[in-house]
T-cell receptor
Framework: DAKTTQPNSMESNEEEPVHLPCNHSTISGTDYIHWYRQLPSQGPEYVIHGLTSNVNNRMASLAIAEDRKSSTLILHRATLRDAAVYYCILRALNTGGFKTIFGAGTRLFVKA | EAGVAQSPRYKIIEKRQSVAFWCNPISGHATLYWYQQILGQGPKLLIQFQNNGVVDDSQLPKDRFSAERLKGVDSTLKIQPAKLEDSAVYLC?????????????FGPGTRLTVL
């Protein structure tokens, strides 16, 4: 199963952009890249997903490398409410069905 | 729109006891997932249902865990008997359908402590 690698933690100042990296060197051609975040004592929350092209939504942007072996979640202006664990996930289709594989995630600290 | 509901929110049991968790997905969502999240780790998928059929239960410890989704709506996850290492948050999620691009909506989880 394809896996993702993320830094354990990152720190950002409030109102500044944040770039959260993810490596997925064993990604397959049909695997989708998803990002979720988890605030304390809550279930994960969807942020964004993509396949090959960069994607933007109201929460964030997703930049996908040309070879798809890495991606970066971009929060344009971090706020204190963005402090959470961010998970980079691959969703893959294999013989066992649709696979959703979470890594350990990156804990984002936001300083006021 | 109501979100994914789970109960109970917290449960404390002793090892070798049994426990059951309940999940009510978002109305109309065909796909339902159960995850186990051990402290400090990302969620691990235990089982995925499409309507009332099992799509993937490859990581479900079937000697002690069972899950069902009768009528393709609510679902229950049971552990019998519980072990200390089962202490975790059990998350239920749902999505409108299967698909690699579909968003999953998570419930708040049930925190299980096994003593």
């Amino acid at each position: 199963d394809a896996k993702t690698t993320q830094p354990n933690s990152m720190e950002s100042n409030e109102e500044e952009p944040v770039h959260l990296p993810c490596n997925h060197s064993t990604i397959s051609g049909t695997d989708y890249i998803h990002w979720y975040r988890q605030l304390p004592s809550q279930g994960p929350e969807y942020v964004i997903h993509g396949l090959t092209s960069n994607v933007n939504n109201r929460m964030a942007s997703l930049a996908i490398a040309e070879d798809r072996k890495s991606s970066t979640l971009i929060l344009h202006r971090a706020t204190l409410r963005d402090a959470a664990v961010y998970y980079c996930i691959l969703r893959a289709l294999n013989t066992g069905g649709f696979k959703t594989i979470f890594g350990a995630g990156t804990r984002l600290f936001v300083k006021a | 729109e109501a979100g994914v509901a789970q109960s109970p929110r917290y449960k404390i049991i002793e090892k070798r006891q049994s426990v059951a968790f309940w999940c009510n997905p978002i109305s109309g969502h065909a796909t339902l997932y159960w995850y186990q999240q051990i402290l400090g780790q990302g969620p691990k998928l235990l089982i995925q249902f499409q309507n009332n059929g099992v799509v993937d239960d490859s990581q479900l410890p079937k000697d002690r865990f069972s899950a069902e989704r009768l009528k393709g709506v609510d679902s229950t996850l049971k552990i019998q008997p519980a072990k200390l290492e089962d202490s975790a948050v059990y998350l239920c999620a749902s999505s409108p359908r299967q698909g690699l691009y579909n968003e999953q909506f998570f419930g708040p989880g049930t925190r299980l402590t096994v003593l």
